[in-house]
């Protein structure tokens, strides 16, 4: 049981460029969401799901897009980023939304 | 709007003291949730506790207790007998619309001194 992983752990990338952080749960969980974590303002809510086929914005949705083919997989894209989305990415699932949700190691990423 | 206000940015505690980490929020949701989770050094996000809005006693899990005052729209933390590997940033957050969305705190870094 790996519960939530994340790939890769680290990226670098240049401005205008795309790239999709992966996300996958072992827990057959519903809900999936992603966050982001700058310094000093906690985590915010990007996008979510509550299940395959249905996703959902969050706070900080701009320049990002998910989508939710399986209960297991919940990838998300960076269309082409920007300096503004240097942050760590976490990717959690629940099993229910009311409830604790488990993250994922999550990904740093750097945009130059 | 629904807010998270941590006014802690820093604590320290003595090991094996109690100590209590504020957490206010705001919402104008009658069904909510209320969790904390911890991030250690390492980075990883860890779920601590959690309580609904219409649970009327505290949630307890082992050594951590969440101080439910809804009154004062206050969710404490309150960590009994602190050991070192409790120094971490702990982030106070807030389920609502159904407990889809959720909202952070900016957190709390607790120092346990030996």
């Known amino acids: 049981n790996a519960g939530v992983t994340q790939t890769p752990k680290f990226q670098v990338l240049k401005t205008g460029q795309s790239m999709t952080l992966q996300c996958a749960q072992d827990?057959?969980?519903?809900?999936m969401s992603w966050y982001r974590q700058d310094p000093g303002m906690g985590l915010r809510l990007i996008h979510y799901s509550v299940g395959a086929g249905i996703t959902d914005q969050g706070e900080v949705p701009n320049g990002y897009n998910v989508s939710r083919s399986t209960t297991e997989d919940f990838p998300l894209r960076l269309l082409s980023a920007a300096p503004s989305q240097t942050s760590v990415y976490f990717c959690?699932?629940?099993?229910?939304?009311?409830?604790?949700?488990?993250f994922g190691p999550g990904t740093r990423l750097t945009v130059l | 709007a629904q807010k998270i206000t941590q006014t802690q940015p820093g604590m320290f505690v003595q090991e094996k003291e109690a100590v209590t980490l504020d957490c206010t929020y705001d919402?104008?949701?009658?069904?909510?949730?209320l969790f904390w989770y911890k991030q250690p050094s390492s980075g990883e996000m860890i779920f601590l506790i959690y309580q609904g809005s219409y649970d009327e006693q505290n949630a307890t899990e082992g050594r951590y207790s969440l101080n439910f005052q809804k009154a004062r729209k206050s969710a404490n933390l309150v960590i009994s007998a602190s050991q070192l590997g409790d120094s971490a940033m702990y982030f106070c957050?807030?389920?609502?619309?159904?407990?889809?969305?959720?909202?952070f705190g900016a957190g709390t870094r607790l120092f346990v001194k030996a």
């Open positions: 827990m057959n969980h519903e809900y």
């Open positions: 919402t104008s949701d009658q069904s909510y949730g």
């Open positions: 957050a807030m389920s609502y619309t159904g407990g889809f969305k959720t909202i």
């Open positions: 959690a699932s629940s099993s229910q939304g009311a409830g604790g949700q488990f």
